[in-house]
């Protein structure tokens, strides 16, 4: 479901994400309004003029609902913003007009359950964890135990916001051999996404 005013923008997340045929919509309250489906991933514009502000209790029934999955997109992104999207529940929060490749990344986290966090912000998040419980840090080495030397290698990578195409060239592998270590990694390590991950790499939690 894509939620945007703006056709450009549209057209580049129907390209980029390979979707035929799309629910879009030009408005918030027209996303509050329709019918919810299960497993669905909303790209919302967040330049859309309706976007209530983040406290608003508008987003309560959008963003506690675990079937629909909101990926917030805005065309000048802020860490400041993005803490706020996620914190909410967002299962996203990305530039509107990134790359291609990108995008389908994004997609492909939250649809899988996950939530997108970008490298830039990934490390903030992180140097404040680190900053914040320094008392708290793990043995050095205790988190890979478990980990074969492969799932190590990807693990690592992953956590310092490697994407899974980057972490395929560098190990020359597949993507979906790199999916599958991943998801071998998260529950081997119980964590649910790559915040969490990086959080246990770095010896965070």
């Known amino acids: 479901m894509l939620v945007s005013k703006d056709k450009g923008l549209l057209k580049h997340w129907r390209d980029a994400l390979k979707i035929k045929s799309a629910v879009e919509l030009g408005s918030f309250s027209a996303l509050k309004q329709l019918a919810r489906r299960n497993g669905d991933v909303i790209w919302l514009d967040l330049k859309v003029g309706d976007v209530p502000p983040w406290a608003s209790t508008e987003w309560n029934g959008l963003l506690h609902d675990k079937q629909m999955r909101i990926v917030a997109a805005s065309s000048y992104p802020k860490d400041e913003e993005a803490i706020a999207a996620l914190d909410l529940g967002c299962a996203g929060y990305c530039h509107a007009f990134s790359d291609p490749e990108t995008l389908r990344q994004v997609h492909q986290v939250t649809m899988a359950g996950h939530v997108w966090i970008g490298q830039h912000l990934m490390q903030q998040l992180i140097q ?63 964590v649910t996404d790559r915040l969490q991950l990086a959080l246990k790499v770095h010896g965070i939690q």
């Open 128 to 190: 404040t964890a680190n900053r914040a419980k320094p008392s708290i840090r793990s043995t050095p080495g205790a988190w890979d135990d478990e980990l074969t030397a492969r799932e190590r290698e990807v693990a690592k990578m992953a956590a310092h916001g490697a994407s899974n195409l980057a972490i395929a060239e560098q190990c020359d592998i597949t993507e979906r051999t790199v999916k599958a270590h991943l998801s071998a990694v998260f529950e081997k390590l119980g």
